[in-house]
Structures are given as structure tokens and as C-alpha cells.
Nanobody
């Protein structure tokens, strides 16, 4: 199993920066993708940024050039550096991990979420 614990959320003014971190534990060697999603009340959870074990990166258009996802060499922590924050970035941010499973194809794990609030 994999467990994910996020940290780093908070309140920041527009134009400011925050760094989110997600510590992974358990069967981390099997993880193939780690990502950050966000969700606003009443809306679907959306992908913000993802990184694969091969280092491939993917960002949603609205954060390109402002957010950077990274993973440490030990692959135990994935971070999201968020710069030039906008009020529309306000959401609960969730860490995500995916690993293959022989029977189910893949297994996904979610963190508990961390609130990011950007004031105008």
C-alpha cells in the first residue's frame, strides 16, 4: 500500500507563492505517476500537474509557466511550487499516486487534501 501526506497549504495574497509537499510511504517503488489535483466545492477534481517515473511532466494550461512539479531522487516526496498565484487557484489540493496492479490494472491513492486560499 501507499500512503500520502500533504503539507504546505495556506493563505496567500494574489501574486504570492506557496510550496506544497507530499510525502509518500509504503510501496513507493511501484509508483509510476505522482500528481497534484485540485477541487473547488461543487466542481469536479481537476489535474493540476503530473510527473512520471521517467520524468515526463504534464500541466493544465491555466498553471503553465507559474507552477512547477518536482520529485526528489528517492521518489519519496513530490512538490508543487506555485508562483504568481491567482484567486482562481483557490481550492483544496490533493496529492495523487498511481501504481500498476496485476489484477486491477492500476491502483490510485489520494492524500487527505490541503487548502490553498489566494486573496485578491
Amino acid at each position: 500500500q501507499v500512503q500520502l501526506v500533504e503539507s504546505g497549504g495556506g493563505l496567500v495574497q494574489a501574486g504570492g507563492s506557496l510550496r506544497l509537499s507530499c510525502a509518500a510511504s509504503g510501496t513507493i517503488s511501484s509508483i509510476t505517476v505522482m500528481a497534484w489535483y485540485r477541487q473547488i466545492p461543487g466542481k469536479q477534481r481537476e489535474l493540476v500537474a503530473a510527473i512520471t517515473t521517467g520524468g515526463r511532466l504534464n500541466y493544465t494550461d491555466s498553471v503553465k509557466g507559474r507552477f512547477t512539479i518536482s520529485r526528489d531522487n528517492a521518489k519519496t516526496t513530490v512538490s508543487l511550487q506555485m508562483n504568481s498565484l491567482k484567486p482562481e487557484d483557490t481550492a483544496v489540493y490533493y496529492c495523487y499516486a498511481k501504481r500498476p496492479d496485476y489484477y486491477r490494472g492500476s491502483i490510485t491513492t489520494w492524500g487527505q487534501g490541503t487548502q490553498v486560499t489566494v486573496s485578491s
